[in-house]
């Protein structure tokens, strides 16, 4: 019962998420000029996903960093509110799939994946070991990577010469692989333990490949924001 009541948080998250798209769209219409002129008009699904996803996320990322010093120095894990984090990290990725139009294919594979790793800790009801463990990790330090949000949202319509943006895309690289170094070197020596212990079964095979997928789109993505930072004085001349 306990876990049907978190399904329905989830659900619960995505309609007011889904609600945040018509209501940001009315903000940001009167407030910006730029955003109206946006084109293809698609797009501005784009912005407002990550727009949402990394307020939402930025606002919960003291909540993430709690969690992750009672994780790493008092091994201490409090099963509701992990839950609670999972539902609205999974749910930002879940509405995004049905809201943004013209969506690439690595962006959807990553948020596909998201949500069947959540279906699965939620089933195997956060169990605090093995798999669903690094999961969680896994989710937790995807968290606190919001700013990466905040500025593919605000590129699109704000101009690529403006130095705030540019100073805005140098804090999301770097808060980025930081996060993504500390994420994948966690992932590798939990699985890579799983491996010593005989205990890499068929579930941490998929697992195993559900993170390169989405490891892959993080590399994609990292690509992106390196080469803006470094050609940006090339596009400000």
């Given amino acids: 019962m306990n876990n049907i009541l978190h399904l329905f948080g989830f659900f619960n ?35 407002r996903s990550n727009m949402i996803k990394g307020l939402l996320l930025g606002f919960w990322s003291p909540y993430a960093i709690n969690l992750l010093i009672s994780l790493y120095l008092y091994d201490s894990w409090n099963k509701e509110q992990l839950k609670v984090l999972a539902a609205l990290y999974s749910s930002l990725d879940t509405v995004s799939l049905y809201m943004v139009p013209k969506m690439q294919l690595n962006t959807i594979v990553h948020h596909v994946a998201v949500f069947l790793l959540y279906m699965y800790c939620l089933w195997c009801d956060f169990e605090l070991v093995g798999l669903t463990r690094i999961i969680i990790v896994y989710a937790i330090w995807s968290t606190l990577a919001w700013t ?34 500390m994420n994948w070197s966690y992932q590798l020596n939990s699985l890579y333990t799983f491996w010593n212990n005989d205990e890499f079964g ?34 400000k001349n």
């Avoid at 130095?163 to 770097?174: E, M, P």
């Avoid at 697992?207 to 590399?219: P, R």
């Fill in 13 to 47: 998250f995505c309609f007011w998420i889904t609600a945040s798209y018509y209501f940001l769209d009315f903000v940001l219409w009167r407030l910006s000029r730029r955003y109206k002129e946006i084109k293809p008009s698609h797009k501005s699904y784009y912005v």
């Fill in 148 to 181: 990466v949000n905040l500025y593919l949202s605000l590129r699109v319509y704000i101009e690529k010469t403006n130095y705030k943006l540019h100073v805005l895309c140098i804090c999301a690289f770097t808060s980025y692989l930081g996060c993504c170094i």
């Fill in 202 to 235: 068929f579930g941490c095979l998929c697992y195993f490949i559900t993170m390169l997928l989405i490891i892959y789109d993080d590399i994609v993505l990292m690509h992106y924001l390196r080469k803006r930072i470094t050609n940006y004085k090339a596009i």
